[in-house]
């Protein structure tokens, strides 16, 4: 259980172009979805905090015209990287937190890396 | 506030031999403490977790890790190291109860040498 699955895996785009980056929790409800990115060899940075049904919590320095987050659902949040640039080029990778039964825990993805070319 | 530090960024060990990574944590409050393996290119995954119950953690794939609120520390063991240990290993620090944000350690890359 507490699988979070992304889409894509891998998206290689050309500058300019905006690219979304799926993610879902398949079996289990997230009121609560995070966004973080990892340059190579580094730790997470995390970008933003989505929350269902409001708008999300950016940390500070992340553009939030930059990087459009949507939480539609209980069980999918969107990150869209908007006209993308070469230093996008990232790991990006989110994670959810369950409505109930396993409290603070979060769940990661996959992770989906981005080359901006 | 939060922190975490982990204080090793590469720890070698030969396979057969044991496994220690360590982390200290800083919080205002009663944290709950969390190790994640990535392997390269992949998402994290979930060891094991401190949430105010026992001290001493059991995790998957042979792991454990004991909280120590008097050394603020949460550092993970492992008797004997495989070679599919081999990956990055991140602590993780979050105020217990209700939805926090958590708070990364740099990471420590675990080499196992055959």
């Known amino acids: 259980g507490a699988v979070v699955s992304q889409h894509p895996s891998w998206v290689i785009c050309k500058s300019g172009t905006s690219v979304k980056i799926e993610c879902r929790s398949l079996?289990?409800?997230?009121?609560?979805m995070f966004w973080y990115r990892q340059f190579p060899k580094q730790s997470l940075m995390l970008m933003a905090t989505?929350?269902?049904?409001?708008?999300?919590?950016?940390e500070q320095g992340v553009e939030k015209d930059k990087f459009l987050i949507n939480h539609a659902s209980l069980t999918l949040s969107t990150l869209t990287v908007t006209s993308a640039h070469p230093e996008d080029s990232s790991f990006y990778i989110c994670?959810?937190?369950?409505?109930?039964?396993?409290?603070?825990?979060?769940?990661f993805g996959p992770g989906t890396r981005l080359l901006v070319l | 506030a939060q922190s975490v530090t982990q204080l090793d960024s590469h720890v070698s060990v030969s396979e057969g031999t044991p496994v220690l990574l360590r982390c200290n944590y800083s919080s205002s409050y009663s944290p709950s403490l969390f190790w994640y393996v990535q392997h390269p290119n992949k998402g994290l995954q979930l060891l094991l977790k401190?949430?105010?119950?026992?001290?001493l953690v059991k995790g998957i794939n042979g792991f454990e890790a004991e909280f120590k609120k008097s050394e603020t520390s949460f550092h993970l063991t492992k008797p004997s190291a495989h070679m599919s240990d081999a990956a990055e290993y991140f602590c993780?620090?979050?105020?217990?109860?209700?939805?926090?944000?958590?708070?990364f350690g740099t990471g420590t890359k675990l080499q196992v040498i055959p």
């Open positions: 993780v620090v979050s105020l217990s109860g209700g939805y926090q944000k958590v708070t």
């Open positions: 401190y949430t105010s119950a026992a001290t």
């Open positions: 989505s929350n269902e049904g409001s708008k999300a919590t950016y």
């Open positions: 079996d289990f409800q997230a009121t609560t």
């Open positions: 994670s959810a937190r369950p409505l109930t039964g396993r409290g603070e825990t979060q769940y």
